[in-house]
């Protein structure tokens, strides 16, 4: 795995007891949305038994100096050596814990109980790893678009208990997930521009290891992004999965699907409209990059 030059240890966490869980967050100027976040964190019941490693990547807007006041290990690396799969090996290096929760900074997770559960989940079900339930964040701020998205994406199911996942299914992310130690041991995150995540959990799936999806256990995640911003986000996990290109008819189908997703969710031929021809853009001439 890649070695980095610039990695630094800024703070070290004290612990009260053995940590049963950690909890690895990667952060690049999030300050106006990781107080939140925090918040969400530090009202969890088993605060005490949380092993919390933030990975910071060159912020500029303060993001640094409130972790410091937080109890964590703190590490920062140079912005020119992140790559999403590999500051996930690195987090995972980094924490000391069998299960490893990994959370956006600029999520909020909804249950004060939601990693009393999951501690309580893998304690009952050995060699597991999952993703949860993803809804708006509105204090951040939502789209139409957004929570379209994670409205399909994320679906309400009617079961109590979680549900293990086939790849059919894979909505694994790593905005809030729970990735286990010994399937990360067997299946380590790729080195790609985009979509680590996706491709870890399908790779684990495929080895006959369990991936389950937390429906009943809730993490507000939204970004309110311009449509540059889509544009850029979806084109780069695009160009992840799809290396050697998409069709124009599949384009054209893209397009299809995300506008009467969009207009049946909102009613607006308008934003519908635009929504879905930057969505679909984003997916030409992917071969050429």
């Known amino acids: 795995m890649k070695k980095y030059q610039s990695l630094q240890l800024v703070k070290k966490q004290t612990y009260r007891t053995n940590p049963k869980l950690s909890l690895g967050i990667r952060v690049k100027n999030e300050i106006e949305a990781i107080k939140y976040f925090w918040d969400s964190v530090k009202k969890q019941t088993y605060i005490e038994h949380l092993e919390i490693v933030f990975l910071d990547s060159g ?90 998205f994670l409205k399909y994406k994320y679906a309400v199911h009617p079961d109590k208990d979680p549900i293990l996942i086939t790849n059919e299914k894979n909505g694994f992310s ?30 684990v799936i495929e080895s006959n290891m369990k991936v389950y999806y937390f429906h009943m256990l809730n993490v507000q995640h939204s970004h309110k992004e311009t449509l540059d911003n889509i544009y850029k986000r979806v084109r780069i996990n695009a160009k992840s999965r799809y290396p050697d290109g998409v069709g124009s008819i599949q384009i054209f189908m893209i397009f299809i699907k995300v506008f009467f997703a969009l207009f049946f969710n909102s009613y607006n031929i308008i934003d519908s409209l635009k929504y879905a021809n930057i969505h679909s853009s984003a997916y030409k001439n992917l071969s050429k990059i």
């Open 59 to 148: 912020s500029t807007d303060g993001t640094v100096d409130f972790i410091k006041d937080i109890n964590c290990n703190l590490y920062t690396i140079e912005p020119a050596e992140f790559s999403f799969g590999e500051t996930c090996n690195l987090i995972m290096e980094l924490s000391t814990c069998d299960y490893v929760c990994f959370f956006s900074g600029h999520v909020i997770l909804e249950s004060e109980k939601l990693l009393e559960y999951v501690i309580g989940f893998f304690q009952q079900n050995s060699s597991v790893s999952g993703y949860f339930r993803q809804t708006p964040n509105y204090k951040i701020g939502c789209t139409i678009y957004d929570s379209t």
């Open 174 to 203: 790593n905005a809030a997930s729970l990735v286990c130690r010994k399937h990360w041991e067997h299946v380590k995150f790729r080195d790609v521009i985009a979509s680590e995540d996706h491709f870890w959990a399908k790779e």
